[in-house]
């Protein structure tokens, strides 16, 4: 199994900057997956590294150092709409997904 | 449009009764998972299936039960042996390539009574 760590919860203001995040241990590492996940509602995917780097898309940014078995999702011109649960999770050879507990993302007006 | 569905949105049941919640999806994926989702704790796995007829423990299966007789449908039963049911639960789908995300359905939300 995977063990995954994110915190609990993050504060932000609206047109800030905010870096979330998540410390994985794993057996047989085959991807690294953030989601958004507004109360109620279902996970929505956000982005998607396997190799070492940066992957932008728009406003959010996702990093992976699979050696130091680290991840961070940085998102940019935070929104109100922003507000939600967001989810680090880790994929395994058999496709299986690990989710962490999830960090709450509160933006302040 | 292609998507997952999950119906009820929200059901209730008494204690020692068992419940099906049911799982549909039209995207021609090949997997399919169900898992559940408790206050301040992430998603846990319950059940996974890889091709029809196959279905595979997740890490939290005792007091679940599924089926996957056709590749669209993945019903999960909640039996009676199941002590603590009430939860949020999740369907979700995806194919077997390394480069696509998994797929989730709007949820079940359980409340035993």
């Known amino acids: 199994g995977q063990n995954i760590d994110q915190p609990t919860e993050m504060t932000a203001t609206e047109g800030a900057i905010v870096q979330i995040n998540c410390t994985y241990q794993?057996?047989?590492?085959?991807?690294l997956f953030w989601y958004q996940q507004h109360a109620g509602e279902a996970p929505t995917f956000l982005s998607y590294?396997?190799?070492?780097g940066l992957e932008e898309k728009g406003r959010f940014s996702s990093f992976l150092s699979r050696s130091k078995g680290y991840s961070y999702l940085l998102l940019k011109e935070l929104q109100m709409k922003d507000s939600a649960s967001y989810l680090c999770?880790?994929?395994?050879?058999?496709?299986?997904?690990?989710f962490g507990a999830g960090t709450t993302v509160t933006v302040r007006a | 449009d292609g998507g997952i569905t999950q119906s009820p949105k929200y059901l209730f049941r008494k204690e020692g009764q068992n419940v099906t919640l049911s799982c549909e999806q039209n995207?021609?994926?090949?997997?399919m998972y169900w898992y559940r989702q408790d206050p301040g704790q992430g998603l846990r796995l319950i059940y996974y299936?890889?091709?029809?007829?196959?279905?595979q423990k997740g890490d939290i299966a005792e007091g679940y039960s599924v089926s996957r007789e056709k590749k669209e449908s993945f019903p999960l039963t909640v039996t009676s042996a199941q002590k603590n049911p009430t939860a949020f639960y999740l369907c979700?789908?995806?194919?077997?390539?390394?480069?696509?995300?998994?797929?989730f359905g709007p949820g079940t939300r359980l409340t035993v009574l």
């Open positions: 979700a789908s995806s194919t077997l390539q390394d480069y696509n995300e998994q797929f």
């Open positions: 794993t057996s047989g590492f085959n991807g």
């Open positions: 590294n396997v190799l070492d």
């Open positions: 999770a880790v994929r395994d050879r058999d496709y299986k997904l690990s």
């Open positions: 995207l021609n994926h090949d997997a």
């Open positions: 299936s890889q091709i029809v007829n196959d279905f």
